[in-house]
């Protein structure tokens, strides 16, 4: 879905006989918040294959977390920043989480999981609907959005392939 159709399915879902002239703005904002908000637990897994250069490996400049490096990096090993510097040579291949880009095209799709769109139209109809003084209607459906969020975070969490802290020996991160 892009935000073309996203904008649509909200007005759809809110239904309102009367809309506000504000309606628009309300969503796009809310779109926003929201897609940010869910980006955090719809975690991107990318892979990159890096060389040792000069004992360091360059990271990714997209790279939220280190999933996993293989091959393990030694104890001596250190991130400053984006970069690696370590006594050990050879392409490593590295697992990340990587940051999304925002909406900047109502045109192209949504980097969302599908089940997350639902909560995107959740939230941004609990914004029209508080903006409106329709508290009730407005709180049941942040209670559906935060409901949608842990179902979800609760299974992305069960997928993970292995915490950060088992990545690599005796790597500290200095940023």
């Given at each position: 879905?892009?935000?073309?159709?996203?904008?649509?399915?909200?007005?759809?879902?809110?239904?309102?006989?009367?809309?506000?002239?504000?309606?628009?703005?309300?969503?796009?904002?809310?779109?926003?918040?929201?897609?940010?908000?869910?980006?955090?637990?719809?975690?991107?897994?990318?892979?990159?294959?890096?060389?040792?250069?000069?004992?360091?490996?360059?990271?990714?400049?997209?790279?939220?977390?280190?999933?996993?490096?293989?091959?393990?990096?030694?104890?001596?090993?250190?991130?400053?920043?984006?970069?690696?510097?370590?006594?050990?040579?050879?392409?490593?291949?590295?697992?990340?989480?990587?940051?999304?880009?925002?909406?900047?095209?109502?045109?192209?799709?949504?980097?969302?999981?599908?089940?997350?769109?639902?909560?995107?139209?959740?939230?941004?109809?609990?914004?029209?609907?508080?903006?409106?003084?329709?508290?009730?209607?407005?709180?049941?459906?942040?209670?559906?959005?935060?409901?949608?969020?842990?179902?979800?975070?609760?299974?992305?969490d069960i997928d993970t392939e292995e915490g950060v802290s088992d990545v690599y020996r005796g790597v500290s991160e200095d940023e």
């Amino acid at each position: 879905m892009n935000r073309v159709q996203l904008r649509q399915s909200i007005k759809n879902f809110i239904n309102e006989p009367d809309p506000d002239e504000q309606i628009d703005a309300i969503i796009n904002d809310a779109i926003e918040y929201a897609y940010s908000d869910l980006s955090n637990i719809d975690k991107r897994i990318e892979t990159t294959y890096a060389p040792s250069v000069n004992g360091s490996i360059q990271l990714p400049d997209n790279l939220l977390r280190i999933v996993s490096i293989e091959p393990k990096l030694s104890k001596n090993s250190k991130r400053i920043g984006n970069v690696i510097l370590t006594d050990q040579e050879g392409i490593f291949t590295i697992k990340y989480e990587a940051e999304r880009d925002m909406i900047v095209d109502d045109n192209v799709e949504l980097d969302l999981h599908k089940r997350l769109e639902k909560a995107i139209v959740l939230y941004a109809a609990a914004q029209y609907f508080d903006y409106r003084k329709k508290t009730e209607q407005a709180q049941w459906l942040y209670t559906k959005y935060e409901n949608v969020k842990g179902e979800f975070s609760y299974i992305s969490d069960i997928d993970t392939e292995e915490g950060v802290s088992d990545v690599y020996r005796g790597v500290s991160e200095d940023e």
